[in-house]
Each structure stands twice: as C-alpha cells, then as structure tokens.
C-alpha cells in the first residue's frame, strides 16, 4: 500500500498562512514552506518549521503561462534555505471554491518545468506544489527519485485539531455503540477518533486508567509503552487487573524471596493487561504493545506517527525524550500524574495533587518549564538506585502513596482535553494550560505555561529542534 503524504502545520502558522491567501479579495496569492520530513509507520509528514509569505507584485507576479506565479528570486531565496537546512520546499498558492480543491493543468505544467531542478537543488528533500481553498487542499508531493504523491490532507494543530483534505466528505453514520456520544461531536468526530493513533506511555496507575477511557472512547489504533510487569500493590490502582496478573500467591510478603523471584519473572507485563482491557472496551480497537523503555531510540521512534501522546511515566529521561518528539514531530502530548507528598520527620501528609500539564506545537515545552531539571536527569545517568523514578518519599525505601481516585482525576482531565482537541468541538478558552487539583482544600488551579523564545527544543532559533522531524536525533540513551 502507498503512503500517506500529509502536511501539518500549527494553528499560528495556519492563521498566518490563510490570513494571507483569503484577505477576502477573491484573488490568488502565494507563499512556501519549509518543512522536516518523517518518515513514520502511518506515512510520510512534512511538519512546517517555518511560513514564508509572498508579498503580492514584488515575489508573487502575473505569470507568463499562467494567472499568477512565484518570482525566480523568492523561489531561489527559500529553497536555498530549504537545501541549507534541509527542508522541504513546499510551494503554495490559493484557488477560489470552499470545500473542494485540485491543481490545474497550468499548476502541473508548471511543476514539470520548474520542480526537477529544485530536487537537485535540495539535493535529497521532497518538493511540494500545494493549493488552498476555503476550505479544503490538494497537491503533489515530488521526491527525489522524481515520483509524484498526492498530499492526502493537511492536519492543522492547536487547541483543536483540524483536518483538510482535497474534499471535504461526508462520512458514514457512526456504529450504534457510540450514538449516545456521537451526539455532542458527530459522526465526523467518532470517525476522528476511530482513526487516531494515540500512544500511552507508562501502563502504571493513571496509564490503564488512560487505556481504558481511550478504548471506550473509540480510539482505533493505541500504542502502549511499558517495561514493567504487574505487582501485587498495583492492583488496587489497576483497572481491570486480575491477582493473576500480579502472580500474588507467589509475590505476596512472607513468601521467601526465591519464591517472589519466580512469581515476579511469571506476571504479566503491564502492556499484556493494558491489551486486555482496550480489548476489552473496545473490540474494534487495534493495539499495539511494546515492552520496552521509551528512553531507546527504538521505542521512542513508534511515536513519531502518533496523533497524540500522553506521558504517564515516572522518570525524566522519559520526559526530555517525548518532549523532543513533541516538537520535532508536531505531535500534540499531556504529561500528567498524581502524588501525594509526605513530611519525612513525621509521615504527615503536606500535599495532594493532581496535574495534567499539555505540551506541543503551541505550547511550552517541559525543558522550558523547569520540568526536566538536569540534576535528576543526571542521576538517572549514573543509575543511582531508584534514583531513575521521581520519587515522592526521599527514602527509595519507603512506597510512596498512591490512590487510584487521585490518578483518575489526571487521567479524566487528559482524556477530555483530548476528545475535545482531536474532534474538533470548539471551545471558550484554549485548553493548553496547565490544570493542577488540590483536593485537600478542594480547588483547582490553573497555569498558563512559559515559553521560551530561545529555547532549544521549543524555540524560533534556527538550532531550535521544533519541526526538525528526521533531521535531527532524538535525546535517547542509545545514541
């Protein structure tokens, strides 16, 4: 089967770019992106690091063979930059219509002319001839060894997620078991959602709680991370785990440690149970389960062809490496957990909290947020024991408190802001802010999160990682 060729761009880059194709003069204007490539299981993606807008009568021009075009020297200007940096070219220009789009035959013909020589000059980065109506987009993806792809559909993320493509459809009426939910976002919606891939990584407390909800939800395809195997004081947190899981006849206290040895080398890895239960939920619900640790470059590649990640897992090199893919992918993610925080001189409780906190393309990054701090990163370097976990006791040895109505309300959260983002269901205020409830004194607050300029992962430098896509490697402990 042929691979998808999709472009995606953030909400800000999208209002810039239609902004300027539509003024509402019902004219045609240009402009071109630059783009990372990635190649990922569900295709190929083009995430646009940058917009460049060809301003009307200086690099967008009547044509000598067609209405309008791209002067040689705009064009010479950004793929220039594009064959620097490597980067898609991708041309780009507005047709009138709203819901569907082609190219012309002047629009190819000018391809055929003009795009062998931009691919030598790319020298290995595909070159795209792109076009716009109000409300819908089609084009022709070239690659270096000269064939032609149509872009399939251009994804727009932000606070909501839109998806363009060549023509806008009307889809089948969803399945009986979803009507009920279909109701508040569609049958378009419950079709988004059936064909999102959505990776969970960490199957821990609030990870199969995420599992669960998501499958219900009517994810099609969800992958989930994790290295672990269940135990005995998972359970009551687990949901849908069994004491056969955790072997606990065998790994239960009191049983001599060989005895526990074996029980632990027979339960079953967490990702077996997070299967069972979307299963479970949702028969139709493809999973993927991977028994390894995000932080190898192995792993963390299956997430660069998510629609979305949520990262439940406890350790800071897991944090700094889906940060990465976040940015350098375009993917939108949540990091969220639940801790309940102990005086050590006395075990007195001093704080309960849950916090889900949204990170992607429009928002700022974990590095930024001091989330990822270079000491604890360090640590899990040099393998301190139990040093590679955040802790939430300072003693490694004591088990840190955990309650399965505290995880939910992380993962309740998350999940919403997903359905929200993913179906496109408007909303007042944008939901990427950082949501954190205290029930101790019942409130519940909500940050606005800092971005950084400057920053490496999340920043508008030109070093920036954020669209880099293949082009750059990713933080992970193999490299």
């Not at 949501?435 to 070093?463: H, N």
Request: proline share 5%; with cysteine; charged share 25%.
């Amino acid at each position: 089967m042929s691979p998808t060729y999709e472009l995606r761009v953030t909400e800000t880059q999208w209002r810039r770019l239609y902004d300027h194709l539509f003024p509402g003069d019902d004219d045609e204007h240009g402009a071109a992106i630059l783009a990372g490539v990635a190649h990922t299981t569900n295709g190929v993606r083009l995430i646009a690091r940058d917009v460049i807008l060809a301003q009307d009568g200086v690099d967008y021009v009547p044509g000598r063979r067609g209405y309008r075009m791209l002067t040689a020297d705009f064009v010479q200007e950004v793929s220039d930059r594009a064959a620097e940096e490597g980067l898609a070219y991708i041309a780009v220009h507005c047709h009138g219509g709203t819901t569907g789009v082609g190219l012309s035959s002047a629009d190819r013909a000018s391809q055929e002319r003009g795009y062998p020589a931009l691919l030598d000059i790319l020298g290995g980065q595909p070159v795209v001839g792109a076009v716009f109506a109000v409300a819908s987009a089609a084009g022709d993806v070239w690659l270096p060894d000269r064939s032609r792809h149509p872009l399939d559909r251009v994804v727009v993320s932000g606070t909501t997620r839109l998806l363009i493509t060549p023509n806008l459809r009307d889809v089948d009426t969803c399945e009986g078991d979803y009507t009920r939910q279909a109701l508040l976002f569609g049958d378009r919606g419950q079709e988004l959602l059936r064909r999102a891939t959505v990776v969970v990584v960490g199957c821990g407390g609030i990870g199969s709680i995420l599992v669960e909800l998501l499958a219900r939800l009517g994810v099609g395809h969800l992958i989930v991370i994790d290295d672990d195997v269940v135990e005995p004081t998972n359970l009551p947190r687990w949901v849908g785990a069994r004491r056969l899981d955790a072997m606990e006849w065998l790994t239960r206290d009191g049983r001599p440690a060989w005895v526990r040895r074996i029980g632990r080398r027979f339960a079953r890895p967490k990702v077996n149970v997070a299967a069972r239960i979307a299963k479970r939920a949702n028969k139709r619900c493809e999973v993927t389960r991977i028994n390894g640790d995000v932080s190898h470059e192995d792993v963390a590649r299956t997430l660069t062809g998510a629609d979305y990640i949520f990262l439940a897992a406890d350790s800071f090199r897991a944090r700094l490496v889906v940060n990465a893919v976040a940015f350098q992918y375009g993917i939108p993610a949540v990091q969220l957990g639940a801790k309940v925080a102990v005086r050590k001189a006395d075990g007195a409780i001093t704080d309960v909290f849950s916090v889900v906190r949204p990170f992607g393309p429009e928002t700022g990054c974990l590095w930024c947020n001091n989330l990822i701090p270079p000491t604890r990163l360090a640590e899990e370097a040099v393998g301190v024991e139990q040093a590679g976990r955040q802790r939430y006791v300072d003693d490694p040895d004591v088990a840190a408190p955990s309650v399965v109505t505290i995880n939910s309300v992380a993962a309740s959260h998350a999940v919403n802001e997903f359905m929200f983002h993913i179906t496109g269901l408007p909303r007042a205020h944008a939901g990427t802010n950082y949501f954190r409830a205290l029930p101790i004194t019942g409130e519940v607050e909500y940050t606005t999160p800092r971005q950084g300029p400057e920053c490496s992962e999340c920043g508008d430098i030109r070093a920036s990682r954020r669209g880099r896509a293949d082009g750059r490697t990713l933080p992970t402990t193999d490299r």
